[in-house]
């Protein structure tokens, strides 16, 4: 999505250890104008009329997966980082490696809002390693759920989350995938998109 691919190089930066940051208009400030643009393109990416729900997680997905929703008029789950796992039953959880906190969080959403029958897309902000994605993919399995299609708005293409995915079978689509980049120059490289 050119719109996405532009503002990310103007006002993307680069970062040691492969972190882009996109505070100014994702994941702090939040432009919803091109939230609302980013949401359009998800449903013509999905146009499923299958899709009764999106699942998301806190905090950065929640914002892109709300506006998104408006287009699939759905309603949108976000799985919630939890200090401790209550073991009542009433939840799914698992266990998530955040990329840029670099620790593990236990992740859980409730089993009154991912049910079986229920077929899902899964929106966030970046795929890297893809193991945000995983754990969503993990919450939505063990509902007996089922998963229509992984949306992300910035995929890093040279790490291993989308070949992970996509390998798998699953319908993996990234408004901006960033082929390279470089924390020196501050140079970032698109993927060629089809648009
Ligand atoms: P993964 O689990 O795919 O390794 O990483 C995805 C999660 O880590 C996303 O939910 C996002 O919050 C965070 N993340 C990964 N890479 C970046 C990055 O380069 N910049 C920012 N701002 N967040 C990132």
Request: hydrophobic share 40%.
């Amino acid at each position: 999505m050119k719109l996405l691919e532009e503002r990310i190089r103007r006002d993307g930066n680069v970062k040691p250890g492969n972190v882009l940051k996109v505070d100014s208009f994702l994941n702090h400030q939040m432009d919803v104008e091109l939230y609302n643009e980013m949401g359009k393109e998800f449903r013509r990416l999905f146009p499923s009329e299958k899709i009764n729900k999106i699942l998301t997680i806190e905090a950065s997905g929640i914002g892109i997966a709300c506006i998104a929703a408006q287009y699939f008029h759905v309603p949108v789950v976000f799985a919630k980082k939890s200090q401790s796992i209550n073991l009542d039953g009433e939840q799914y959880s698992t266990r998530i490696e955040s990329f840029t906190h670099k620790r593990v969080y236990d992740v859980i959403v409730s089993k009154k809002y991912l049910q079986k029958g229920d077929r899902v897309l899964i929106i966030d902000d970046f795929l890297a390693n893809g193991c945000a994605v995983a754990g969503l993919i993990d919450l939505i399995e063990s509902a007996g759920a089922e998963i229509e299609g992984v949306g992300i708005a910035v995929e890093k293409g040279f790490q291993e989350g989308g070949r992970l995915l996509r390998g798998k079978g699953i319908r993996v689509e990234s408004l901006a995938i960033v082929e390279s980049m470089d924390d020196k120059t501050g140079e970032i490289v698109f993927r060629e998109s089809c648009e």
